[in-house]
């Protein structure tokens, strides 16, 4: 197959890429804090990653959800958000077991120490639950990237990531970081573990007021924007 687009990271670290022509090599992109791997229109549709939830083009303010079930561990995720104009809203909401729907706690948040390593998550079990990344060290708090359109283009979609330049970096405890005093055309990259501590059916819910988008995984970051 064909596989077309560029890697670009926000943060430094190793990026490991084995090619999926080698029958004998499992197919694996571990790129720690991903922003973009485009695939092959023409082989679009069975390969690329499809985000959890998906809030691009929202205007309505209405919730998005969706439901999965997680094993205890740390469970990498990608999200995605972008604001033209008017008042910024980005909030992401679960049910655990046994609690009620709550914006999650930024206790749960962190991601890859430098210099360690993580095995990826062999995706789902026997029993339909997600297994857990199992990273050999971690720390508090998300990665983000913070960008802005190239030439003043418009924010349009999620996917006008690929046309941006990144001009700030950094760690975050919050899922909406207040890192720009910019209040037009501006994008968030958001990248890190959730900790689950119990095994459990999870319901996710996503609100944003210009797009967003929910990336479970490491098996699931084939295709960001």
Do not use: C, M, W
């Not at 095995?119 to 990237?145: C, H, I, M, N």
């Amino acid at each position: 197959e064909l596989l077309t687009g560029e890697i670009r990271s926000i943060t430094d670290g190793k990026v490991t890429v084995f090619p999926a022509n080698e029958p004998k090599t499992p197919r694996r992109i571990d790129v720690d804090n991903l922003v973009r791997i485009v695939v092959d229109p023409k082989t679009r549709g069975a390969e690329a990653a499809k985000p959890l939830i998906d809030d691009d083009e929202s205007t309505s303010g209405q919730n998005h959800s969706a439901r999965v079930k997680l094993r205890a561990g740390f469970h990498r995720f990608v999200l995605p958000y972008r604001h033209v104009k008017g008042r910024r809203r980005l909030r992401l909401q679960y049910s655990a077991p046994r609690q009620p729907l709550k914006v999650i706690p930024t206790s749960v948040f962190f991601h890859l120490k430098p210099g360690s390593s993580e095995t990826p998550s062999p995706g789902f079990d026997k029993e339909g639950f997600r297994v857990a990344e199992q990273p050999t060290a971690t720390q508090p708090k998300l990665l983000y990237s913070l960008h802005r359109p190239r030439q003043n283009a418009r924010f349009k979609s999620i996917g006008d990531f690929a046309r941006t330049e990144i001009i700030g970096r950094g760690e975050t405890k919050n899922i909406f970081p207040k890192v720009t005093k910019k209040k037009t055309n501006f994008g968030i990259l958001l990248a890190g573990y959730l900790r689950i501590d119990e095994d459990g059916d999870y319901l996710f819910l996503l609100n944003s007021d210009g797009g967003s988008r929910f990336y479970f995984g490491q098996t699931d970051r084939k295709s960001v924007v």
